[in-house]
């Protein structure tokens, strides 16, 4: 045996090395360039990292605040910005007590820096021109962030995919990404592809919404989402108990586990 | 307490592996059961995160962070399947 049977001079081997992460996590600093409301509990962050290796539509980061006694916390933010560049776009919700989002949401000044470690997670994510099936994306509340990523980054790539998202929320003044969304699925791409926006409103719907508010159920998930039968990626994002109910109903309704992907939050204070 | 998912556990995995371990298959040496490590359950009430097989319960992974040094546990894992 050679040493040319094990390694393909060409590649230099590269082949038989474990897959890395195209975008390779690491800690970066990032600075505040705009602070703004996203709804009337969270905020938009939009930060510059210089050393942002890209964003993959779906990954989250952890932040890092240190107090000046040295005490760290650290939470998981889903990235809202796709594609490639060092702008990184994060969409905070406020945990009433938290140690993290209180900071972030009321605190945080354009100018201001932090610390970054991502991007993060390789399972939530959606790429573009792997996979011809549809997409469903189903979001409950700020779990709608990583979905707003594949979203858009589908918008972007005029991706020929079917994609549908199913967006359940407290009431209009919730939604995030409002204008951005009303965008993807208001506009057609050249090829005629565009995004499926469903709303379900829990506490209050617009005046103009024929559709009862109350949380989602099993028979609106089966009405408003493409059927199993279609064979769709499912992305589910929301607090644990929406996930684990929405999947659970999934899968009754015939969907395979293995193409359902999941992630949960639980406002960890 | 309710609990999040292995995909929160990507960040402190990364600190120590190359690889994206979530997004790995991985069997529990509880029921079997194979599944991607970001589809199990994550507890992090404790002074540490604990990783739990979404079939059986049983304790896949921990990992404790006292500052100065890392603890990670896979004991519940008996295999981990990483793709080329």
Redesign the interface.
């Known amino acids: 045996m050679t040493q040319g049977a094990l390694t393909d001079p060409a590649t230099g081997g590269a082949?038989?090395?474990?897959?890395?992460?195209q975008r390779r996590?690491a800690w970066h600093v990032a600075r505040v360039t705009e602070v703004r409301p996203e709804t009337a509990s969270a905020v938009r962050l939009v930060l510059d990292v210089p050393t942002w290796p890209g964003n993959d539509a779906g990954a989250?980061?952890?932040v890092r605040l240190t107090a000046p006694d040295g005490y760290?916390a650290?939470r998981?933010y889903s990235v809202a910005s796709a594609g490639d560049g060092t702008q990184v776009v994060l969409a905070v919700d406020e945990v009433p007590d938290g140690e993290v989002s209180p900071f972030l949401v009321h605190d945080l000044r354009p100018g201001d820096q932090l610390e970054l470690?991502?991007p993060?997670?390789?399972?939530?994510v959606w790429r573009p021109g792997r996979d011809t099936r549809p997409v469903q994306l189903i979001a409950g509340g700020s779990g709608v962030v990583p979905l707003y990523a594949m979203a858009s980054l589908h918008g972007a790539a005029s991706d020929p995919t079917a994609f549908r998202l199913l967006y359940s929320v407290r009431t209009p003044q919730d939604v995030f990404f409002a204008d951005e969304l009303a965008s993807l699925s208001g506009a057609a791409t050249h090829d005629g592809s565009t995004l499926g926006l469903d709303l379900v409103w829990t506490r209050r719907a617009p005046d103009s919404s024929p559709d009862a508010v109350g949380r989602l159920t099993r028979q609106t998930l089966a009405a408003r989402t493409i059927p199993a039968a279609d064979r769709p990626l499912v992305y589910v994002c929301g607090p644990?108990?929406f996930v684990e109910a929405i999947a659970g109903w999934l899968q009754e309704a015939g969907h395979d586990a293995a193409d359902i992907?999941?992630?949960?939050?639980?406002g960890?204070p | 307490m309710t609990h999040l998912d292995g995909n929160a556990l990507a960040g402190v995995l990364a600190e120590v592996f190359a690889v994206d371990l979530t997004d790995a298959r991985a069997r529990c040496t509880g029921c079997g059961n194979v599944g991607r490590l970001a589809e199990a359950m994550l507890y992090t009430g404790a002074p540490g995160l604990v990783a739990r097989c979404a079939g059986c319960d049983q304790v896949l992974a921990t990992v404790v962070d006292s500052g100065d040094r890392l603890w990670l546990s896979l004991t519940g894992l008996s295999a981990i399947e990483l793709r080329r």
């Open positions: 082949e038989a090395r474990l897959a890395r992460p996590a989250h980061l952890d760290q650290t998981s470690h991502g993060l997670g390789a399972f939530f644990t108990g992907r999941t992630e949960r939050f639980g960890t």
